[in-house]
T-cell receptor, first 115, second 111 residues
Framework: EPEVTQTPSHQVTQMGQEVILRCVPI?????FYWYRQILGQKVEFLVS????????KSEIFDDQFSVERPDGSNFTLKIRSTKLEDSAMYFC?????????????FGPGTRLTVL | DAKTTQPPSMDCAEGRAANLPCNHS???????VYWYRQIHSQGPQYIIH???NNETNEMASLIITEDRKSSTLILPHATLRDTAVYYC????????????FGGGTRLMVKP
């Protein structure tokens, strides 16, 4: 069964450093998403991406964040200058369409630790 | 904010049915009810979704009341591996496609 994959599974970085989290969505999916979950808190939406542009973003997704689909298979989340409060699990998800009948499938996540 | 209300925790005996309730009294006509679960800190796993009819798949059954103000997810024979946080999500049509997660119900399946 196709699945969303994410790399790395765990990333440790120093405050102020740039990190890139990578995701390979399910083949043929057209809509891509990033969510995050701070330890002990709810899963929060960050951004959705379609047709090579952001379709929606939350207030968490500020200028420090960017997303890109550099080729036909990868979808990345970049944090330009990490802060301690960026420490969280980051989940990538993908879906075939944008309608509410369509399901989003999540990857296993990347645990980001900012020291 | 999440449009659903779920009990924070529930216990279930292994092999018995787990019935997880969800209230969504402000749901509107074109909004679907989705259920996901999260085992430990893994990525949320899709379980089932529905609009107004009851639905069943290999994982679970979803029972939606006639007025659509509440629903119940049923795991017919819970196993220890079903221990997880279960999220009931009302998904708005054309609302940026995002999923808005609440606190969910922490289901503990006990031997």
């Amino acid at each position: 069964e196709p699945e969303v994959t994410q790399t790395p599974s765990h990333q440790v970085t120093q405050m102020g450093q740039e990190v890139i989290l990578r995701c390979v969505p399910i083949s043929n999916h057209l809509y891509f998403y990033w969510y995050r979950q701070i330890l002990g808190q709810k899963v929060e939406f960050l951004v959705s991406f379609y047709n090579n542009e952001i379709s929606e973003k939350s207030e968490i997704f500020d200028d420090q964040f960017s997303v890109e689909r550099p080729d036909g298979s990868n979808f990345t989340l970049k944090i330009r200058s990490t802060k301690l409060e960026d420490s969280a699990m980051y989940f990538c998800a993908s879906g075939w369409t944008s309608v509410s009948t369509d399901t989003q499938y999540f990857g296993p996540g990347t645990r980001l630790t900012v020291l | 904010d999440a449009k659903t209300t779920q009990p924070p925790s529930m216990d279930c005996a292994e092999g018995r049915a787990a019935n997880l309730p969800c209230n969504h009294s402000t749901i509107s006509g074109n909004e679907y009810v989705y259920w996901y679960r999260q085992i430990h800190s893994q990525g949320p796993q899709y379980i089932i979704h529905g609009l107004k009819n009851n639905e069943t798949n290999e994982m679970a059954s979803l029972i939606i009341t006639e007025d659509r103000k509440s629903s119940t997810l049923i795991l017919p024979h819970a196993t220890l591996r079903d221990t997880a946080v279960y999220y009931c999500i009302v998904r708005e049509d054309n609302a940026g496609n995002m999923l808005t997660f609440g606190g969910g119900t922490r289901l503990m399946v006990k031997p």
